[in-house]
Nanobody
Framework: VQLQASGGGLVHAGDSLRLSCAAA????????MGWFRQAPGKERDVVAT????????YYADSVKGRFTISRDNAKNMVYLQMNSLKPEDTAVYYC??????????????????WGKGTLVTVSS
């Protein structure tokens, strides 16, 4: 499984941005996808996860109500729609994948496949 994240950039607080993750390989079923982020000097933390099969989702408390994770099974794409961005959302965002059907995998160590990150910078 190969993952490629894209869509990062420099935005102002309050703006929106959509990240995309292209998944190459057999991820259309039996996989869980996650978005993680790592701010400078901090650990990598989960942002949101989604089950390819059920569509069930998980969100970190810090992004609930602002971010939406979704997937397009036909295109093997996972998206992270980020609204009402805040300076504290500034980080490198990574998409990740692991085998499984239940969406509640929230640890970095739970995921086997990682894409290169995409930088999101939110200015105040």
């Amino acid at each position: 499984v190969q993952l490629q994240a894209s869509g990062g950039g420099l935005v102002h607080a309050g703006d929106s941005l959509r990240l995309s993750c292209a998944a190459a390989g057999r991820t259309s079923s039996g996989y869980v996808m996650g978005w993680f982020r790592q701010a400078p000097g901090k650990e990598r933390d989960v942002v949101a996860t989604i089950s390819w099969s059920s569509g069930g989702t998980y969100y970190a408390d810090s992004v609930k109500g602002r971010f939406t994770i979704s997937r397009d099974n036909a295109k093997n794409m996972v998206y992270l729609q980020m609204n009402s961005l805040k300076p504290e959302d500034t980080a490198v965002y990574y998409c990740a994948a692991r085998r499984g059907n239940y969406y509640y995998y929230t640890g970095v160590g739970d995921y086997d496949y990682w894409g290169k990150g995409t930088l999101v910078t939110v200015s105040s």
